[in-house]
């Protein structure tokens, strides 16, 4: 009777643990070694499943066929990549659309990215709940939510996202000139700009700098 090699658990992660993960490659004289596993604390990882917004799409138009989409879950960003006719994987994804990934880790030049085996549209308030449903797993260290009342957060929320819509036409905005411009304690200021990126309601396409995905 033939054997079947069981399948490697998709550990549900967000984008910033992948990338502290501790790298190891197989034994190769290989210049480019494979990957063999990714070591997060007591796991080893092959699989993942995240939830991220999806900020950039690129296809090749060479004769070495292949695309990548730039995934970011508020807490980091990764590349998914295809290549050859798994291209149609990425046929009806497009630049703001917030998609589960179940998919192999892979590198390349040191960088890690996923090679996807399963990818589906969600609902933005998923990365919410996919980060509470890992916090409540992994409890984190971070200090809790700083109190302010409700209209005020509010307000502020709706402020921020007018300032970060309105500064569309220069590709973004600082998050040091959100700070300098919002009347409000910085710490508040930055609690909500994570917020609004976790919700997938703007994005960072370069660190420090946000942009309004809607």
């Given at each position: 009777?033939?054997?079947?090699?069981?399948?490697?658990?998709?550990?549900?992660?967000?984008?910033?643990?992948?990338?502290?993960g501790?790298?190891?490659?197989?034994?190769?004289?290989?210049?480019n070694?494979?990957?063999?596993?990714?070591?997060?604390?007591?796991?080893?990882?092959?699989?993942?499943?995240?939830?991220?917004?999806?900020?950039?799409?690129?296809?090749?138009d060479?004769?070495?066929?292949f695309a990548?989409i730039?995934?970011?879950?508020?807490?980091?960003?990764?590349?998914?990549?295809?290549?050859g006719?798994?291209?149609?994987?990425?046929?009806?994804?497009?630049?703001?659309?917030?998609?589960?990934?179940?998919?192999?880790?892979?590198?390349?030049?040191?960088?890690?990215?996923?090679?996807?085996?399963?990818?589906?549209?969600?609902?933005?308030?998923?990365?919410?709940?996919?980060?509470?449903?890992?916090?409540?797993?992994?409890?984190s260290?971070?200090?809790?939510?700083?109190?302010?009342?409700?209209?005020?957060?509010?307000?502020?929320?709706?402020?921020?996202?007018?300032?970060?819509?309105?500064?569309?036409?220069?590709?973004?905005?600082?998050?040091?000139?959100?700070?300098?411009?919002?009347?409000?304690?910085?710490e508040?200021?930055?609690?909500?700009?994570?917020?609004?990126?976790?919700?997938?309601?703007?994005y960072?396409?370069?660190?420090?700098?946000?942009?309004?995905?809607?």
């Amino acid at each position: 009777m033939a054997e079947f090699k069981k399948r490697e658990t998709a550990y549900k992660l967000r984008i910033n643990d992948l990338l502290r993960g501790n790298q190891i490659f197989e034994e190769s004289e290989a210049l480019n070694k494979r990957l063999k596993l990714l070591e997060l604390g007591n796991k080893q990882i092959i699989r993942v499943n995240v939830i991220a917004n999806v900020i950039d799409k690129y296809e090749s138009d060479g004769e070495r066929k292949f695309a990548s989409i730039t995934l970011d879950d508020g807490s980091g960003q990764i590349r998914a990549r295809v290549f050859g006719e798994d291209l149609s994987k990425f046929s009806n994804i497009s630049q703001g659309d917030t998609i589960v990934m179940i998919g192999v880790l892979r590198s390349f030049n040191q960088e890690l990215y996923i090679l996807p085996e399963l990818i589906k549209k969600t609902d933005p308030r998923y990365l919410l709940i996919r980060k509470l449903e890992i916090e409540k797993s992994f409890p984190s260290t971070e200090p809790t939510n700083l109190s302010k009342p409700k209209q005020e957060i509010k307000a502020l929320r709706d402020e921020l996202i007018n300032l970060i819509k309105n500064s569309e036409a220069k590709e973004g905005i600082e998050k040091e000139e959100i700070i300098l411009t919002l009347k409000t304690q910085p710490e508040i200021i930055v609690q909500e700009i994570q917020k609004l990126l976790e919700e997938g309601i703007i994005y960072e396409p370069r660190p420090g700098i946000v942009r309004y995905l809607g």
